[in-house]
């Protein structure tokens, strides 16, 4: 009774701050910020679903060396967090194939999804723009996107001129220093061209070694046991760049680009196990558009990455996880009918797993899928209505290990379909309603029906079913946003019911290591999201006070347990002051305890962060230049994520990064 009431408090506390900062600051006359998010294929300005976007700006004030740690702490975002070096966006406690991870709108295809241990395949040091999408409404990316999209934006193909006719060069430089990881890190991005064609080039390093944390931890290698302040086996290189040219003509584009991505770190699991990571990724992409009556455009994208993680035990190779995949993603936009606009669309994809050596808990595999998609919009006087629909044919083939009896052959064929309706109403000229109801399939994926054997990184031996159904689920989210003059803020509930969620539950955890087994169980999935900011003074200074917060309750209802590794309520505020070329910024999250676990497993202790940053625009050597320095956990607080696997395998090893200093200068041209 006791825990109920405190989670009805919680509850309560984070609907009243949304509730304060909508109900203040009358201006009759303004209206929402228009936002416009590649991953929409209408590129509409006003969505249905709710989204966030993180600017170069937004993404140098808040970055880390991975993508999950760069969006954790955004409404409804949290991470995997596997140390330092590998980690994953988990949204409204979803993660893993639940979340869809695109590169400017295509497949970013990696293993990170297999294993918490693998890192993206992606550096923010290189990225643009980053867009999250959240709720059924992306289910043009397919089923597995039921939790949400992210969509990594990095320029390497132009889709519109960025110079005119006489030409032009821009680019900028990135550098950087910081003191908990001791890091090193660098980048820089060119573009050259005219209106007629684009070309690109960028690179970038970065070299951090073992991060500092608030308590002394053992570490031992080579037989010899040291204590120290830092994450044992955190450090780590990393290399990657790309190069990519962009054709223009009357009616549309061609682009092609070839990026490489290669990263050495420790996996901080294991004392002296080293992993390196490569990825090569060929993309080609092109649009035509005013094509007649009917057809207003007409858009491929194709993509071919081959990825490889070897482990090693000291210099010995030791297990190596490698996979090939395709993507092609074709999308016609039809001409407008009245007021319906709208895509269809087919999607194709294919991907070769092999895992070789001692650490092989997953079969070689080979998955196989195709697709067709439709999303309408249609405009009305009040607002819009929105739908669409998918249907998928998957075909997921184990093909065995040569001389390991623990995988036999096999294959599965699954035909999944999801649907969704969305509604977006404009009630007053500063308020917006919206409103997508979903249904949604995913075929299970190869290590979910083919597993069978000791995955090290999760300290478990993980057992697939080769019987798994689809993963069913119903899906809603209704939602609000408001804008006066600088005043905004949003609200949003969702809630997901699963007939037959795919967990990975207990089935023997006497055993050493504890067996798991892939079941499908009822599970339901329930929260808020909320933001919103306050402008206190506006003269020669401008001084805004932001205030987020969010919640998710997960259970599996089929037993009435929580289901593991689920972010606590978050409540945050921060302070962002300006004038003319400074900016400074105060922020503090507020992280609850989280006892809601399954039976057996370790709850985690709540904890507050803070973290300041300052900039100053100015120019060196004639140029544009942005110095800026971050501190982030300025109080040096001593904190566990209660949503990485390591919380619960390594108690007490991995704590999040302690207090760092992060300085640098970013020069444009």
Known sequence: MKKTSISSFRLSAIASLSLLACSSWAQDNA?????????????ATELIAPVDQLNKFELLQRGQTTLGETLNGLPGV????FGPNASRPVIRGLDSDRITILSNGSANLDLSALSPDHAVALDPLLIERIEVLRGPGVLQYGGSAVGGVVNVIDGRIHREPLFGEKGGVAGRLDAGLATGNKEQGGAVVLDAGTNRYTLHV?????????????VSLDCTKNGVTTTDRRICNSASETYGGAVGGTMFFDRGYLGASLSTYDKNYGAVAEDEVTIRMRSNRYALEGELRELGSFLQSVKAQYSLTDYAHTEFEGSEVGTRFKTRGQDLRLEARHARIGQLDGVIGLQFDSSDFSANGDEAYAPNSRTRSSAAF??????TGWGKLSAGARVESVRVESLGIDGNAAFTPGSRNFNPASYALGALWNVAPEWQLTSNVSLNERAPRHYELYANGEHVATNSEEVGNPNLAKERSANVDIGAAWRRG?????VQLFQHRFSNYISLEGTDLAASPPQYTYTQVQARFTGLETSGSVRLVDTLHKLDLGLRADTVRAENTSTGQPLPRIAPHRVGASL???????NARLGVDRYAGQDRV?????????YTLWNAALSLRDKVGGLPALWYARLDNLTNTLAYSSSSILTQTRPGGVPLPGRSLKVGLQLSF
Do not use: F
């Not at 960028?202 to 608030?214: I, N, Q």
């Open 31 to 43: 209206t929402l910020t228009p936002v416009i998010v590649t991953a929409n294929p209408l590129g």
């Open 374 to 379: 439709v999303h309408e919009e249609l405009g």
């Open 202 to 214: 960028d690179a970038m390093s970065r070299k951090t070694e073992d991060v500092s944390v608030p």
């Open 576 to 582: 962002q002051w300006s004038r003319a070329a400074w």
């Open 598 to 606: 399954p039976d057996g497993q370790r709850t985690t202790e709540g």
């Open 78 to 81: 949290s991470s995997t967090y």
């Open 486 to 490: 600088a005043h905004k803020a949003r």
